[in-house]
């Protein structure tokens, strides 16, 4: 599914299901982080234009899923809250080339794969029985979005890199992705 | 109007009109930064409540101009281009104090003065008769989303500060920014 090469661990859905304050939360602040780094991309390569205009895109989409989620936190009368970070983002944003023109095409593959794997965890929250159905519904539409946007930067990679440069790439990338998503202890966050 | 305390020079909209590109370029990547100044707000306080709630809505709409322009220059078969930087607002940013809780009132305020003015040059942009219908049109219609914008940060800052810290405040930081605009020398910028 999606490129990935592991799935999640069978643990983290109940892990997740026990802590939805705070997977909520960690999602609210992934949407923001989202929306961050499609205005980096854009600040970092503003003459690049069919990148601008698909990227503005998913700037709008990810500012509106920020403040859905923001907002189905006030209606449980929760805030924001600080923002605990995403290792699991951080290692994989290690890969990343100093160098351009790589630097591009790894921050876009980087990007991809945190949506597919956000996709992928947005399915389990959306089939989970022991989550609200509102927050089920929530999960499944947000499913489709997000498989949109893993698909909208590998075909922007492609605009601006030979379709081989771009999939050996995505491999080497989803080999990390899989080896930090084997790694990890089911903890109650999105990425956890 | 909106607490400016200057006029525009009368020169500066001649400039403008006969520079159209490159204030649709600089009014773009404005429309960008402040998407980025409503980010880094609720990044930098993301327990106040009200203020995330409002300014993302900011975000969101911001974010909406910016795809607006974006697809403007397009239409006319021009990129996005490099962002050359807003003198205005670096000067007016300078202002900011260092220490908490002024640093959030001063930012409140500084982003609400960018508004205003904003919203002033808009409306003459949306009067000239030397600039084409379909951009008076876009213009005229940002000026009530930007004159909303401004009262917003207002608001916000009346949330957070006692009224009359926020009214002697922005007397300061006004003065402060008439005495920038006084010194402009009417650049093909929305605040040059």
């Given at each position: 599914m999606l490129c990935l090469k592991t799935s999640t661990n069978s643990g983290w859905?109940?892990?997740?299901?026990?802590n939805m304050p705070a997977i909520m939360r960690d999602h609210a602040h992934c949407e923001k982080k989202a929306a961050l780094n499609a205005l980096n991309l854009i600040?970092?390569?503003?003459?690049?234009?069919?990148?601008?205009?698909?990227?503005?895109?998913?700037?709008e989409e990810e500012t509106a899923?920020?403040?859905l989620m923001?907002?189905?936190l006030a209606q449980r009368g929760l805030?924001?809250?600080?923002d605990k970070g995403n290792p699991y983002?951080?290692?994989l944003s290690s890969v990343v080339s100093k160098q351009e023109p790589m630097r591009l095409l790894d921050l876009l593959l980087v990007d991809c794969l945190i949506e597919a794997?956000?996709?992928e965890r947005f399915t389990l929250l959306a089939a989970s029985e022991a989550i609200p159905p509102d927050l089920r519904g929530i999960y499944h539409s947000l499913m489709a979005s997000e498989e949109g946007h893993f698909m909208t930067f590998v075909e922007i990679a492609k605009t601006y890199f030979p379709h081989?440069?771009?999939?050996k790439r995505l491999e080497e990338i989803s080999d990390l992705e899989a080896n930090i998503v084997r790694s990890l202890t089911n903890q109650p966050a999105m990425h956890g």
């Amino acid at each position: 599914m999606l490129c990935l090469k592991t799935s999640t661990n069978s643990g983290w859905i109940d892990v997740a299901a026990a802590n939805m304050p705070a997977i909520m939360r960690d999602h609210a602040h992934c949407e923001k982080k989202a929306a961050l780094n499609a205005l980096n991309l854009i600040m970092r390569y503003p003459d690049k234009t069919e990148l601008v205009r698909e990227v503005i895109t998913i700037l709008e989409e990810e500012t509106a899923h920020f403040k859905l989620m923001v907002g189905e936190l006030a209606q449980r009368g929760l805030n924001l809250g600080l923002d605990k970070g995403n290792p699991y983002a951080q290692q994989l944003s290690s890969v990343v080339s100093k160098q351009e023109p790589m630097r591009l095409l790894d921050l876009l593959l980087v990007d991809c794969l945190i949506e597919a794997r956000s996709c992928e965890r947005f399915t389990l929250l959306a089939a989970s029985e022991a989550i609200p159905p509102d927050l089920r519904g929530i999960y499944h539409s947000l499913m489709a979005s997000e498989e949109g946007h893993f698909m909208t930067f590998v075909e922007i990679a492609k605009t601006y890199f030979p379709h081989d440069v771009v999939d050996k790439r995505l491999e080497e990338i989803s080999d990390l992705e899989a080896n930090i998503v084997r790694s990890l202890t089911n903890q109650p966050a999105m990425h956890g």
